[in-house]
């Protein structure tokens, strides 16, 4: 079946710490997302990409980098410099502009 | 500026009564796309339907019906005969002509008790 993998599920680190979170698609989307859930305040976009090779920043890139070096994958690393990082995180993708987005089951990180 | 507001923080009914989840929408585009998405425990959303602003049919799928009305900017959601696997999380979403992405509403929690 076609969809979205986020591994893993619960992620654990210490302040300071970079952790990069995964994210597979094999649904031959072009574009894929990268957003935040926190309670009460829904999802913000982190970071998103169109293409191969290509990138643009969301609501709150602050402390958080991407890379999209092929298609199906587009992982995504929380720095240090992040400093509220402990959340869940979404991915998505779609295919088509006005195609609605399909989601992972999220990754959710704890940094103490 | 975009913006997507779900005043229903949390709402609790009882199984088999109907419920209307509320969102209003913020924006300067003519042409713009609204989505609702559930979110079950689990974590995933998933996609329930898409609207675009030319298009104000409301719809039908099942219990589920949209009450789309441009001219006051909102987009609400009604349960028919809600039943306790509908208890999720629940998110609207704008997406303008000009931009390429969506901005999603705080949600609204349903808990659906039998």
């Known amino acids: 079946d076609g969809g979205i993998t986020q591994s893993p599920k619960y992620l654990f680190r210490k302040e300071g710490q970079n952790v990069t979170l995964s994210c597979e698609q094999n649904?031959?989307?072009?574009?894929m997302y990268w957003y935040r859930q926190d309670p009460g305040q829904g999802l913000r976009l982190i970071y998103y990409?169109?293409?191969?090779?290509?990138?643009q920043k969301g609501d709150i890139a602050e402390g958080y980098s991407v890379s999209r070096e092929k298609k199906e994958s587009f992982p995504l690393t929380v720095t240090s410099a992040q400093k509220n990082p402990t959340a869940f995180y979404l991915c998505?993708?779609?295919?088509?502009?006005?195609?609605?987005?399909?989601f992972g089951n999220g990754t959710r990180l704890t940094v103490t | 500026a975009q913006k997507v507001t779900q005043a229903q923080t949390e709402i609790s009914v009882v199984e088999k009564e109907d419920v209307t989840l509320d969102c209003v929408y913020e924006?300067?585009?003519?042409?713009?796309?609204l989505f609702w998405y559930k979110q079950p425990p689990s974590g995933e959303l998933v996609f329930l339907i898409r609207r675009n602003s030319f298009d104000e049919q409301n719809e039908i799928s099942g219990r589920y019906s949209w009450n789309f009305q441009k001219s006051t900017s909102s987009f609400n959601f009604t349960i028919t005969a809600s039943q306790v696997v509908d208890s999720a999380v629940y998110f609207c979403a704008l997406r303008d002509g000009g931009y390429n992405k969506l901005i999603f509403g705080a949600g609204t929690r349903l808990a659906v008790h039998p």
């Open positions: 990409s169109q293409i191969v090779n290509d990138f």
């Open positions: 649904l031959n989307h072009d574009a």
């Open positions: 924006t300067r585009d003519t042409t713009y796309y």
């Open positions: 998505a993708s779609r295919q088509g502009t006005n195609s609605p987005l399909h």
